[in-house]
């Protein structure tokens, strides 16, 4: 059972299972396959902690930062993929190691409403959503779900809402996504903290550097994500017992094993796609910007999710109004609009055109900035995962956490094992 301090440190993440071979922490050199924002911070916190292990890191691309890329245009910026972090102390002791205090700010206050459209209307998203739900519904339902392996719709026990809020995490409609994923603080999966939460929510907030965030807001960097990444990848280019390999995929653990003449458990596989069944869905990612004056209508907010899969747009993001730091020329707003390609034909006109019903005609900028995938966490997901070999060990948002904050603390996880 993880103890208090552990609590305190890891908080809720403490519920998702951290898939290492318990040999690992013995390992003089560490190969860590994949140098998205999972590798790079496993390397960072175990190099730190012990320099007398060699950690060599694996990345097939030509650059570092797996799925987080910032574009930028003149003075138009925008997040490819994370654009800001929901409170953790992970995330805010990695922010602080990496000297990136300054350029860390709080979402701004007056950009936290939250809509979702259903059947045609905006309805704000608030404790009055709970009444669309219904509060006895959704009570038993949770009580249903302590069972395990059941899909978010079944948990949140209304179909568009609960779309809503999968749409938004993992580019999926709710039937498709296992609760005990998503949300496993309501499902209670894995271990239950010694202390009641309000308790420990208390120490928590107590132990953040920086600042302590506000309940409910979100935080982001300067300049966008892409500078976390920046600052992560110079740290490491110091520490002398790290080597990046660029360009260099790897077939298998075991491969890569026998090429450093190591154990399989000290390999940390930190990319997407090694476990059977993995599948995951594609989305494009559109900026769209207009002057102020033409989106005066659209209130201030973070954004709204679109469940109705007749539209070939899923969520706006309001990342402009969001943002602490600048996203856009003055006197302009600059909208994210997320594509899932199981709506749309690729006919990009049809994007623009029902962006123009949803904001305002004639952007001034209308460009897509690119693609992701996202893996795919079908019901039982969770059940599953103690059953994943670990012949070597499993990090990143491909295994059991999608968020960044997931990622981050899990890194800090591995290296309380050397
Ligand atoms: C559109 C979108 C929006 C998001 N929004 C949010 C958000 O708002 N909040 C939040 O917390 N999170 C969000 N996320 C999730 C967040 O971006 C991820 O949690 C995080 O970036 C995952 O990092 P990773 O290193 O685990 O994986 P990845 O970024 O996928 O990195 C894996 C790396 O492994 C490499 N690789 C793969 N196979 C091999 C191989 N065989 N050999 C060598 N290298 C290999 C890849 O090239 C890649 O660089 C979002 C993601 C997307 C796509």
Redesign the pocket.
Request: net charge positive; aromatic share 2%.
């Given at each position: 059972m993880p103890s208090l301090e552990s609590w305190i440190k890891h908080g809720e993440e403490l519920r998702r299972p951290l898939i290492a071979n318990t040999k690992l922490g013995d390992s003089e050199k560490v190969v860590i396959?994949?140098?998205?924002?999972?590798?790079?911070?496993c390397a960072y916190r175990i190099a730190q902690k012990r320099p007398d292990i060699s950690v060599v890191i694996?990345?097939?691309?030509n650059?570092?930062?797996?799925?987080?890329n910032t574009w930028q245009e003149g003075e138009w910026i925008c997040?490819?993929?994370?654009?800001?972090?929901?409170p953790h102390p992970a995330f805010w002791r990695l922010i602080n190691d990496l000297g990136l205090s300054e350029k860390f700010n709080s979402s701004r206050p007056q950009a936290k409403s939250r809509w979702v459209l259903l059947d045609g209307k905006s309805h704000k998203l608030s404790w009055r959503t709970l009444f669309k739900i219904g509060p006895l519904k959704l009570r038993k339902a949770l009580k249903k779900s302590r069972a395990g392996g059941q899909s978010v719709d079944q948990v949140i026990p209304h179909k568009a809402i609960a779309d809503a809020l999968c749409l938004?995490?993992v580019?999926e409609t709710s039937d498709n996504v296992d609760a005990d994923f998503l949300l496993p603080s309501l499902t209670k999966f894995g271990d239950n903290p010694p202390i009641k939460r309000a308790k420990l929510s208390k120490l928590i907030n107590a132990s953040y550097p920086i600042f302590t965030p506000k309940r409910g807001s979100?935080a982001s960097i300067e300049g966008g994500?892409q500078c976390l990444v920046d600052a992560l990848v110079a740290k490491l280019s110091n520490l002398e017992n790290v080597d990046i390999r660029l360009e260099?995929?790897?077939?298998s653990a075991q491969s890569v094993a026998l090429e450093y003449d190591i154990g399989a458990e000290s390999v940390i596989w930190?990319?997407?796609?090694?476990q059977e069944n993995y599948t995951a869905s594609t989305?494009s990612?559109f900026a769209i910007g207009y002057l102020d004056k033409q989106v005066q209508d659209v209130k201030v907010g973070y954004g709204t999710l679109i469940p109705d899969s007749n539209l070939p747009i899923s969520g706006i993001l309001h990342e402009s109004d969001l943002h602490h730091s600048k996203r856009c020329p003055e006197g302009h707003r600059l909208f994210r609009l997320?594509v899932p390609h199981n709506r749309w034909d690729k006919d990009e006109q049809k994007v623009l055109d029902v962006a123009e019903k949803l904001l305002a005609k004639d952007p001034v900028l209308f460009v897509k900035i690119g693609e992701?995938?996202?893996p795919r966490y079908l019901p039982g997901y969770m059940a599953n995962l103690k059953q994943l070999s670990s012949d070597f060990s499993h990090?990143?948002?491909?295994?059991s956490?999608?968020?960044?904050?997931?990622?981050v603390d899990e890194a800090e996880r591995f290296a309380e094992l050397f």
């Open positions: 396959v994949g140098g998205g924002l999972s590798g790079l911070c694996h990345e097939r691309a650059r570092l930062g797996g799925v987080i997040d490819l993929a994370v654009n800001a972090t929901r938004g995490i580019n979100i994500m260099q995929e790897v077939q930190a990319a997407p796609g090694v989305l990612i997320m992701r995938k996202i990090a990143g948002w491909a295994i956490g999608v968020s960044i904050t997931h990622v």
